[in-house]
């Protein structure tokens, strides 16, 4: 069975680092992997998407994440954080059969000035 | 209008309340999905329609009722809810709906549902 862990709940930093967002996941299959941001009182975001073309997928924003098969890794990454970054992002893991997508609980980012 | 539409965003209902949840898709897409989001836990599916037909109902109890008219309009009809029914309740569609979900879905900014 598919499954999705988001290593932090919770993730600061200050304006103009990097931020780096935790999430293993396990899956029996070649899964597709998604990040989504959640903005306050907003629905859910596509960051970006991995459907084993490149290892490493550019997402909008500034944002990244590396799909590394040996360590059953996909984080995201970003140079440079801004203000508006500060969301909620979950890791997202494709399931298998007639099983549907399977979130993870979320990091909250919070971006200090 | 573009991407994905949910009117109201915000609702507060009592227990005996009948109310209705509306989405509306701008995408083309063939398939609707109804999402529960509560605090402190994961996304929770709830309902999956592909081509106007319902093709996953993830247990959800009888007090919710979907309605899928065409693929472009989603319904969530409410009755006799909980207090713990209260969440965000987000809807989201993609292209269809294939096997372990890999069609990115697109999401709406949901209903804050309150129940007293």
């Known amino acids: 069975a598919q499954s999705v862990t988001q290593l932090d709940s919770h993730v600061s930093v200050s304006e103009g680092t990097p931020v780096l967002l935790r999430c293993n996941y396990s899956s029996s299959y070649s899964p597709s992997l998604f990040w989504y941001v959640q903005h306050p009182n907003k629905g859910l975001q596509l960051l970006l998407k991995?459907?084993?073309?490149?290892?490493l997928v550019k997402g909008i924003n500034g944002f990244e994440a590396e799909f590394k098969k040996s360590e059953t890794s996909f984080h995201l990454t970003k140079p440079s954080a801004h203000m508006s970054d500060a969301a909620e992002y979950f890791c997202?893991?494709?399931?298998?059969?007639?099983?549907?997508?399977?979130f993870g609980k979320g990091t909250r980012l919070s971006v200090i000035a | 209008e573009t991407g994905v539409t949910q009117t109201p965003r915000h609702l507060v209902m009592g227990m005996t309340n009948k109310k209705s949840l509306k989405c509306e898709q701008h995408l083309g897409h063939n398939a609707m999905y109804w999402y529960k989001q509560s605090a402190k836990k994961p996304l929770e599916l709830m309902f999956v329609?592909?081509?106007?037909?319902?093709?996953e109902n993830n247990s959800v109890p009888s007090r919710f009722s979907p309605e899928c008219p065409n693929s472009s309009h989603l319904f969530l009809h409410l009755h006799t809810l909980q207090p713990e029914d209260s969440a965000l309740y987000l809807c989201?569609?993609?292209?269809?709906?294939?096997?372990?979900?890999?069609?990115?879905?697109?999401f709406g900014p949901g209903t804050r549902l309150t129940v007293l």
């Open positions: 997202v893991v494709s399931g298998s059969g007639n099983t549907p997508l399977v």
């Open positions: 991995y459907t084993s073309a490149a290892t």
């Open positions: 329609y592909n081509f106007k037909e319902q093709t």
């Open positions: 989201a569609s993609s292209q269809e709906a294939v096997a372990g979900g890999r069609n990115t879905q697109y």
